[in-house]
């Protein structure tokens, strides 16, 4: 008869408590505590007792020295991940991507070496296991809990992407341009010259960047153990 089946909206009452859309871009680990956070992984690395939270660890620690995607480190598998005696020619491959053609992006000597030191622990198919339902990491939700703390905020995986992000520009001083390439950012498409005649489906002449990133948090992490032994000195 013309009448609306559901005549309300059964959850219009919710509006006036929907969460207000916040400002993604202020959610990163602050730079005076990069080297606290670092140093924490590094302590839960050691003292990991299950693999799964091993797998946690070294994915959110993957994630701050390369600046993936959580699903684009979690998913990572074996055959994608590429030696070299090298560390310039070391790459890990990214086939499903959220923007553009598949891409070879390099990796630091840190991620490299904790990669190796991986592969030697696992024999499966994923470079970071789970004993869960799709067979690696999906949720690194208690590792980040303790990032958060010592960070001062509340953290996702994703912003540990975004702290690599503030490395790169703030920090270490790295064009913008090679930055988002970096992370996977397609280039401007107003970039004619980046869009039509730069081959960016193998991204390893930014090695030194990513090194550049990856130096520059573990100096933080020895700045960072120095003030706190100072600190307990002087108790």
């Not at 010259?193 to 100096?219: C, H, K």
């Amino acid at each position: 008869d013309g009448q609306a089946v559901i005549k309300d909206n059964p959850v219009g009452v919710m509006r006036k408590r929907w969460n207000k859309e916040g400002d993604k871009t202020d959610r990163y680990v602050p730079m005076d505590r990069v080297g606290a956070v670092w140093n924490l992984l590094q302590e839960l690395r050691r003292t990991a007792t299950h693999d799964d939270t091993l797998s946690g660890i070294d994915l959110v620690a993957y994630l701050f020295l390369c600046g993936g995607r959580k699903s684009e480190g979690a998913g990572l598998t074996w055959d994608r991940v590429h030696f070299d005696e090298d560390p310039a020619r070391c790459y890990w491959h990214l086939k499903d991507r959220k923007q553009g053609k598949p891409i070879n992006l390099p990796m630091p000597k840190q991620a490299i070496a904790l990669l190796k030191e991986r592969r030697q622990q696992t024999n499966g198919e994923f470079v970071f296991p789970s004993r869960g339902r799709g067979g690696f990491i999906t949720d690194p939700r208690s590792v980040m809990e303790k990032v958060s703390e010592v960070a001062g905020l509340h953290l996702s995986p994703h912003d540990a992407r975004r702290t690599f992000s503030e490395i790169s520009v703030k920090a270490c001083r790295i064009e913008r341009f090679r930055g988002d390439l970096l992370i996977g950012h397609k280039p401007d498409p107003r970039d004619i010259g980046a869009n039509n005649y730069l081959d960016l489906t193998d991204l390893r002449w930014l090695y030194p960047e990513v090194q550049q990133v990856a130096d520059w948090i573990e100096e933080q992490a020895r700045i960072a153990a120095c003030l706190l032994e100072k600190g307990v000195h002087g108790l």
